[in-house]
């Protein structure tokens, strides 16, 4: 699933002045954020309800849909162009409808990032780290982006330059995945360091575990204190689909930071599972009440 920005985090000081003077620059931003904003609205969209629906919709329920969601039909229309050319939705007309379902590689990332979204690992660790390694020269600069790009989304952590980790084997995911080209330039090995503390050393060098800590107990801070709420059953139609999104777009870029590390690993207090606990019992419990306000949509 797709990684975005929140409204918080749309804080770039290069686009704030008082004189105006950059205004046709901080329209173009705005305008620029509002297309990513909806094109990761209509992902969740699809993620949380559209795919039960045989992953498809027409446009103008895709319209009414994220119009509750405060997102105009003039976006909405160009934000489905572009993942339409993009290869993440297929379009077909019949009559004067436009209907727009999944195309495979849109239900292949949308299941893989429902996985890492819901679930986390429950296992004991067996000590064993996997290790990627490659070498990519700097003329062939967008292969190794590329390949960095696909290791973070597989929850692997860059231990040093060239050198990527992970507590579980996802190896044959990330070659599976990365592009030919990109594959022969990979070497994988797995390993056991030289005891508990060289582990937990090597799971703070790979993440920014502080920061995912400080994020989590943030949404823990704002959502519990909401669950009463939600449970009481008084958020009902446009208002508990605009919560339970919310919430899925609060979250659910955390866990594609998170090594979801085996307990052994995981820093003292670690928050994140009492996070995933909040997230879970939220988005249960709003809903029946949003399916039933999208179902009054699709038309």
């Not at 909806?38 to 993620?47: E, H």
């Not at 231990?159 to 992970?166: E, T």
């Not at 330039?185 to 360091?193: G, I, N, P, T």
């Not at 446009?238 to 590390?261: G, K, N, Q, S, T």
Request: proline fraction near 4%.
């Amino acid at each position: 699933m797709e990684r975005a920005r929140d409204d918080r985090q749309w804080r770039d000081p290069r686009l704030t002045t008082a004189s105006g003077s950059r205004s046709d620059e901080v329209g173009a931003a705005r305008l620029a954020w509002a297309h990513m904003r909806a094109r990761s609205l209509v992902f969740n969209l699809f993620g949380d309800y559209l795919r039960y629906r045989d992953g498809q919709v027409r446009l103008r329920s895709l319209v009414a849909l994220m119009g509750e969601l405060g997102v105009s039909e003039a976006t909405v229309r160009t934000v489905a162009t572009r993942m339409r050319r993009e290869g993440w939705l297929l379009s077909r007309r019949e009559g004067r409808e436009t209907t727009y379902e999944l195309t495979p590689a849109s239900w292949a990332v949308l299941d893989e990032g429902r996985t890492r979204i819901f679930e986390r690992t429950t296992a004991g660790w067996d000590g064993q780290w996997h290790l990627v390694m490659y070498s990519v020269p700097e003329s062939e600069r967008p292969i190794r982006e590329t390949l960095r790009k696909q290791l973070a989304w597989a929850g692997f952590g860059p231990l040093s330059a060239g050198v990527w980790v992970s507590p579980h084997d996802r190896t044959a995911e990330v070659r599976d995945r990365v592009d030919p080209a990109a594959a022969r330039r990979l070497d994988v090995f797995h390993a056991k360091s030289a005891g508990a503390e060289a582990d937990r050393d090597i799971a703070s060098r790979a993440w920014d575990m502080a920061g995912l800590a400080r994020d989590y107990r943030d949404l823990i801070d704002r959502y519990s204190p909401r669950l009463d709420e939600y449970r009481s059953g008084r958020i009902i139609g446009r208002e508990a689909l605009a919560a339970r999104m919310e919430l899925v777009h609060d979250y659910r870029v955390l866990p594609f930071r998170d090594p979801d590390l085996p307990r052994e690993l995981q820093p003292a207090q670690w928050p994140g599972r009492a996070a995933h606990e909040v997230f879970l019992e939220g988005h249960g419990l709003l809903r029946v009440a949003a399916e039933a306000h999208v179902d009054t949509l699709i038309m």
